[in-house]
């Protein structure tokens, strides 16, 4: 069975700080991977997608893949009170749907 | 442009009632994903449809689920009888791509008393 996996947290971080959000999934035909953050009371919305090993940055946002080690970690720098939020990792592949994990909640603390 | 619409936002119903969910996935979208989030077992996918037509729904709990889409503008989700531990969020998502970048809905919260 497919499974993408996070701690649950809550992770707290001071306002300013580099956050660290990570995951592992089990199949290793997975491809491709993505974060969504999900506000309170929210829908999730994407944030980020990677395709390759290595690192992909977005402003604030650097998204990691690790084939051989089966692991995606989200960095976020300068945390704002604003990130706040449940951050949703999902893996695909082949044409089966997204597998979504159960989301760790990130707190930052002003 | 529209995002994904769903009615209705809240949904409160005594055990026993039948309950509809309903979808507008973005135009031109070709996929449409039903999802159920609890904080228990968080975003669990339900069914999804590839061109109006059901692809999987190995994710449906039991036989008192069932979905619909009788065209590309509009998806069901139909609860019948529903029951207390049917409570929860229910998303429904679309996406143009094979079904990997998806767009969420704002979900509708079901409580079931």
């Known amino acids: 069975q497919k499974e993408v996996e996070q701690n649950s947290g809550p992770l707290s971080v001071p306002e300013g700080a580099i956050a660290s959000l990570n995951c592992t999934y089990s199949d290793r035909g997975s491809q491709s991977f993505f974060w969504y953050r999900q506000y309170s009371g929210k829908s999730p919305e994407l944030i980020m997608s990677?395709?390759?090993?290595g690192d992909k940055e977005d402003g604030r946002f650097t998204a990691q893949l690790n084939k051989a080690s089966q692991y995606v970690s989200l960095l976020i720098r300068d945390s704002q009170p604003s990130d706040s939020a449940t951050y949703l990792c999902a893996g695909v592949s082949g044409n089966t749907p997204l597998v979504f994990g159960k989301g760790t909640r990130l707190s930052v603390i002003a | 442009d529209a995002g994904v619409i769903q009615s209705p936002r809240h949904e409160v119903t005594e055990m026993g009632q039948e309950v509809t969910l309903r979808c507008k996935p973005i135009s031109g979208h070709d996929y449409l994903f039903w999802y159920r989030q609890t904080m228990m077992r968080g975003l669990e996918l339900l069914i999804y449809?590839?061109?109006?037509?059901?692809?999987?729904d190995s994710g449906m709990p039991e036989d008192r689920f069932s979905a619909k889409m009788p065209n590309a503008s509009f998806s069901t989700l139909k609860i019948q009888p529903s029951e207390p531990r049917d409570s929860a969020v229910y998303f429904c998502?679309?996406?143009?791509?094979?079904?990997?970048?998806?767009?969420f809905g704002p979900g509708t919260r079901l409580t079931v008393l």
């Open positions: 998502a679309s996406s143009p791509t094979g079904g990997i970048t998806q767009y």
């Open positions: 990677i395709y390759s090993n």
């Open positions: 449809f590839n061109n109006n037509v059901p692809i999987d």
